[in-house]
């Protein structure tokens, strides 16, 4: 996680979540390569100084909401902060983790009880690509962890895919699902996604 400058004057009790994307895994080859990039390790992490647009501290830039607390949360486990294997995998004797539901969850902890989100006014959870699929996928999970007087709002960004689905296709999401350990809750609502997603298929 990255936690940038506070919120100063009219946006002091306004926060923006950002959940960072980057593609996904799909077997445990795959996630043993992405395990040495910085999409898969904070180890290699490259850490940013400034942002654009909605998540940008440039009143030109964004005057709407410039002043608000960012906190950015880096992507590292492949399926969109929904993977929760509770043990770890070795692949070529190295040890891989499906933790991205409790990275999520434990930066909530962070941001709510130490840095004050939990006496937030309004708080907007956005993502970009694989970060905006985990805010289709997360939204309702970070609003149950807020203040029912919070204002909240979801913005995902380029998070709506649309792939050739048919059953074939569905059992491989299904496996997907099985390897990261995400919840049957999770699972379900994914594999219904990407069928629902055929409706939105262009000629």
């Known amino acids: 996680m990255e936690a940038f400058p506070k919120g100063t004057g009219s ?66 486990d492949g399926a969109c902060f929904t993977s929760n294997r509770p043990d770890p995998v070795t692949q070529k004797g190295k040890t891989l983790y499906f933790r991205g539901q409790a990275i999520l ?22 993502g970009n690509s694989a970060g905006g699929i985990a805010v289709y996928r997360q939204a309702d999970h970070v609003r149950s962890r807020l203040p029912r007087t919070v204002r909240y ?14 059953d074939k296709a569905a059992e491989v999401f299904k496996r997907r699902a099985a390897m990261h350990g995400m919840s049957g809750k999770i699972c379900a609502a994914v594999v219904a996604d990407f069928i629902r997603a055929r409706k939105f298929k262009p000629p």
């Open 11 to 76: 946006g002091r009790n306004n926060w923006r979540v950002h959940l960072d994307g980057g593609g996904s895994c799909d077997d445990l080859a795959e996630c043993y390569s992405r395990s040495l990039t910085d999409n898969g390790s904070t180890r290699r992490l490259r850490t940013r100084d400034t942002f654009g647009g909605f998540l940008s501290s440039n009143q030109d830039e964004n005057p709407d909401f410039f002043n608000w607390n960012l906190v950015y949360i880096h992507y590292c």
């Open 105 to 126: 969850d434990a930066v909530l902890d962070e941001v709510n009880d130490v840095r004050g989100m939990s006496n937030a006014t309004t708080v907007i959870l956005s």
């Open 153 to 166: 709002m979801a913005l995902p960004s380029s998070g709506l895919m649309v792939w050739d689905m048919d």
